[in-house]
Nanobody, 120 residues
C-alpha cells in the first residue's frame, strides 16, 4: 500500500499564495502520475493539475497561469504552488498518485485532503 500525507493548506486572503505538499510512503512502490484535485462544498471533485513521471503537466483552465504543479521523484513528493488565489479556489484539496505496488497495473491512491480557504 501507499500512504499519502498532505500539508500546506490554510486560510489566506484573496491574492495570496499557498504551497501544498503531498508525500508518499510505503514499501515497494513506483509512482507514475501525480495530481491534485479539489472539492468545494456541494460540488463534485474536480481535477486541478496533473504531472507525469516525465514532468509533463496539465491544468484546469480555471487555474492556468496561477497554479504550478511540480514533483520530486527522489522524495516521492508532489507540490502545488498556488498564487493569486481567489475565493472560488476555496475547497478541500486532495492529492492523487498512480502507483504500482508489486503489480504491473497502477492503482490510484488518495490523500486525506487539506482545506484551503480564501477570504474575500
Amino acid at each position: 500500500q501507499v500512504q499519502l500525507v498532505e500539508s500546506g493548506g490554510g486560510l489566506v486572503q484573496t491574492g495570496g499564495s499557498l504551497r501544498l505538499s503531498c508525500a508518499a510512503s510505503g514499501s515497494r512502490f513506483t509512482i507514475y502520475a501525480m495530481g491534485w484535485y479539489r472539492q468545494a462544498p456541494g460540488k463534485q471533485r474536480e481535477l486541478v493539475a496533473t504531472i507525469t513521471r516525465g514532468r509533463s503537466t496539465n491544468y484546469a483552465d480555471s487555474v492556468k497561469g496561477r497554479f504550478t504543479i511540480s514533483r520530486d521523484n527522489a522524495k516521492n513528493t508532489v507540490y502545488l504552488q498556488m498564487n493569486s488565489l481567489k475565493p472560488e479556489d476555496t475547497a478541500v484539496y486532495y492529492c492523487n498518485m498512480m502507483a504500482t505496488t508489486g503489480t504491473s497495473v497502477p492503482s490510484g491512491f488518495w490523500g486525506q485532503g487539506t482545506q484551503v480557504t480564501v477570504s474575500s
